[in-house]
C-alpha cells in the first residue's frame, strides 16, 4: 500500500511572524533608546524635545528603526565641535547617540527577550 504524505509550506508564515517580532522588538529598542536621550537633550523652549520621532519600517527583508528631531537646529546642538551651555543639568552633547550607547544594555536584553519568544 502506497501512503499519501501532505506537505504544507508554513514558511512564509513563519517568515512574516518573525518580521513582526522583530518590528515589535526594534519599536521596544527605539522606545528605550530615545528615553535615554531624552533625558539627555537640552531643553530651552521644549522645541527640540517635542520634535523627537521614531520611525519602523521594513525594506525588503530588513526591519529598519530610526529615531531623529524634526527641528532644524537639531544637528548642531549634537555636534560637538559646536561650543554651548545648557541650562539643564542633564542635558549633552550627542544627546542621541548617549542616549542609545546608555540604553543599549536594556535594548540588548529586549531584543532577545523579543526574538526568542
Same mark, same amino acid.
Given at each position: 500500500?502506497?501512503?499519501?504524505?501532505?506537505?504544507?509550506?508554513?514558511?512564509?508564515?513563519?517568515?512574516?511572524?518573525?518580521?513582526?517580532? @522583530?518590528? =515589535?522588538?526594534?519599536?521596544?529598542?527605539?522606545?528605550?533608546?530615545?528615553?535615554?536621550?531624552?533625558?539627555?537633550?537640552?531643553?530651552?523652549?521644549?522645541?527640540?524635545?517635542?520634535?523627537?520621532?521614531?520611525?519602523?519600517?521594513?525594506?525588503?527583508?530588513?526591519?529598519?528603526?530610526?529615531?531623529?528631531?524634526?527641528? @532644524?537646529?537639531?544637528?548642531?546642538?549634537?555636534?560637538?565641535?559646536?561650543?554651548?551651555?545648557?541650562?539643564?543639568?542633564?542635558?549633552?552633547?550627542?544627546?542621541?547617540?548617549?542616549?542609545?550607547? =546608555?540604553?543599549?544594555?536594556?535594548?540588548? @536584553?529586549?531584543?532577545?527577550?523579543?526574538?526568542? @519568544?
Amino acid at each position: 500500500m502506497a501512503s499519501k504524505v501532505k506537505v504544507t509550506n508554513k514558511l512564509p508564515q513563519f517568515t512574516a511572524d518573525r518580521q513582526n517580532q @522583530a518590528a =515589535r522588538a526594534i519599536t521596544q529598542a527605539l522606545v528605550l533608546g530615545a528615553s535615554e536621550a531624552s533625558v539627555l537633550t537640552p531643553i530651552d523652549t521644549s522645541t527640540l524635545l517635542n520634535s523627537q520621532f521614531k520611525n519602523v519600517r521594513v525594506e525588503g527583508d530588513k526591519v529598519v528603526g530610526t529615531v531623529g528631531y524634526t527641528a @532644524a537646529y537639531a544637528l548642531p546642538v549634537h555636534d560637538p565641535s559646536n561650543p554651548q551651555n545648557f541650562r539643564r543639568a542633564t542635558a549633552e552633547k550627542e544627546f542621541l547617540k548617549k542616549g542609545f550607547e =546608555r540604553a543599549a544594555p536594556n535594548i540588548d @536584553a529586549v531584543m532577545k527577550k523579543v526574538m526568542k @519568544a
